[in-house]
């Protein structure tokens, strides 16, 4: 019986947006990274808390492909690819509420 294995690059170049900022930001992630570590990470970057964090990832021609639901799964367990885009969705936060520097 022949073996095959799966070659590819350990890292991915993703755009990440969110439904809270109408902001975009191009990211490199490890694929071994698992999606409760990545929700961490994109804290950071969106001003979401991770454990409110709805994440769907998208093609090149920003076609819906998958929806992270297990935190414990690794990125590079979904199709991921350089260029494609992974949007935050928090429902607790309101969108713009991180830009408006007029509120106090």
Known sequence: ??????????????????????????????????????????????????????LSLYSKDEKEVVTFLDDNALLGSYPVEDGMRIHVNDPSLQAGEFEDVSKK
Do not use: C, H, W, Y
Request: charged content about 20%.
């Open 1 to 54: 019986m022949a073996e095959f294995s799966v070659v590819s690059q350990a890292m991915v170049t993703l755009t990440i947006t969110s439904s809270i900022s109408s902001f975009g930001s191009e990211r490199r992630f490890d694929k071994s990274i698992s999606v409760g570590n990545l929700k961490k990470k994109l804290e950071l970057i969106t001003g979401s808390n991770a454990s409110g964090m709805q």
